[in-house]
């Protein structure tokens, strides 16, 4: 059975709700988003959700910028809180390759208008109790960062676009895309084919699967990223800011009255997209399945900075697959080589802090609107012609992940 709508989205992580709501006030015609599980199941439920505003990439500002925007308005239309955390970040560098980046940072968010101030090692610890810091450290808190709970807000972002008439198909598969010549016609669902004049594809790591079949190469790979939850400690509590630790590979926010926090090993693991999971719920990867190996190497420098990990139980181990570029940035825009499509993946660990830009930059664009926001970074042909299939590219992809130092 044949079905058209002007535009579809291939996703229903909060990429994909965040662009159907942004085009919902856009008058573009029936908007239809499809995903092959439930809304905000997949990678967007295993997000750590920081929303850090302040960015080494100064493109990437206006559209976490952007996010903060999105979350008061979908507050008002729904007449509900998102739970939005505003606990601060603060900033850690003691090298002085570290110190030199966080006063780019910190020049970044004054340019921005963001709020930031240098603070002492006193004033650190009474908003983070647990940290440890050497002589000589430099620290910048930035009080307006938060964190959110990234399945509640991408529902949020989809309750508004259903009220406005945006249909989700959940529990759909896409098995190929239709394409005549350069155009993308549409999308095939296994017995059913539905026609589209616009097509946006927002699949998060299975984006890569769908393009290869047309021939094209996403440049990004799927790379395992995970994070860690204490069990409850006196240490910790609800009301403490996110850190930053650039030196540990790590961040850490609360979690309640316990601690999360990520670890980035030196070789991040990258997968092929041909050996993805149907589902990424209950994720692990090969050799390391319970993250231990990550937990060992990284856990040293980490423990430096709070010793009561020494002293604490690991509760919980959470592991899912991001899709990461070669630069850590992500691909936002026309598809290069095709009418009628869009690529909104390759976020890169930012998915649910760019969300809110994300979601208005492709509305625009589909929409033939004035861009608000700068996307020639995100460039989706930026790299040329890749292999996405290759061990060499996958690596160069983990590599990005590697290198992150950020929130």
């Not at 090692?121 to 960062?145: C, I, S, T, Y």
Request: charged content about 20%; hydrophobic content about 45%.
């Amino acid at each position: 059975m044949d079905d058209s709508s002007e535009v579809i989205i291939i996703g229903g992580g909060i990429i994909g709700c965040a662009i159907a709501c942004y085009l919902s006030d856009l008058q573009v015609g029936r908007v239809v988003v499809i995903e092959r599980g439930r809304v905000a199941e997949a990678s967007t439920s295993q997000a750590a959700g920081l929303l850090t505003r302040a960015r080494s990439q100064r493109a990437l500002v206006p559209l976490v910028q952007e996010t903060y925007c999105a979350i008061a308005q979908l507050e008002g239309e729904l007449g509900e809180s998102l739970g939005l955390r505003t606990v601060g970040s603060l900033h850690v560098a003691e090298s002085d390759d570290t110190k030199h980046a966080l006063e780019e940072l910190v020049t970044v968010a004054r340019e921005f208008h963001i709020q930031v101030n240098w603070i002492d090692p006193d004033k650190a610890r009474r908003r983070v109790p647990w940290l440890h810091l050497r002589n000589g450290v430099q620290l910048a808190f930035m009080p307006e960062d938060a964190f959110i709970d990234p399945y509640m807000f991408t529902q949020a972002f989809a309750h508004a676009a259903q009220r406005k008439g945006v249909v989700f198909r959940e529990n759909t598969s896409v098995r190929s895309l239709l394409h005549q010549g350069d155009c993308i016609t549409g999308v095939s669902l296994g017995s059913d084919r539905m026609f589209s004049q616009t097509v946006i594809l927002a699949a998060g790591v299975w984006s890569g699967l769908l393009a290869w079949e047309t021939g094209c190469g996403l440049p990004f790979a799927p790379v395992r990223s995970h994070y860690w939850i204490t069990a409850a400690h006196a240490l910790f509590s609800r009301e403490q800011s996110v850190v930053i630790l650039p030196e540990a590979r790590a961040y850490a926010r609360p979690e309640g009255g316990r601690l999360l926090f990520g670890l980035r090993e030196a070789h991040s693991v990258a997968v092929d997209p041909r050996a993805l999971p149907d589902h990424l719920t209950g994720y692990t990867s090969e050799g390391d399945p319970r993250g231990w190996k990550a937990l060992i190497e990284g856990g040293p420098a980490l423990e430096r900075f709070c010793p009561a990990l020494t002293e604490v139980q690991i509760a919980h181990y959470i592991a899912g697959l991001s899709a990461y570029t070669p630069d850590g940035l992500p691909l936002l825009g026309s598809w290069p080589g095709f009418q009628g499509a869009f690529v909104a993946t390759g976020f890169s660990g930012m998915g649910i802090a760019l969300a809110g830009g994300a979601g208005r930059a492709l509305a625009e664009l589909v929409a033939g609107q004035p861009a608000t926001f700068d996307l020639s970074a995100f460039e989706p042909g930026r790299f040329g012609s890749v292999d996405p299939m290759s061990e060499s590219f996958r690596q160069r992809c983990a590599d990005a992940r590697s290198r992150k130092v950020s929130g």
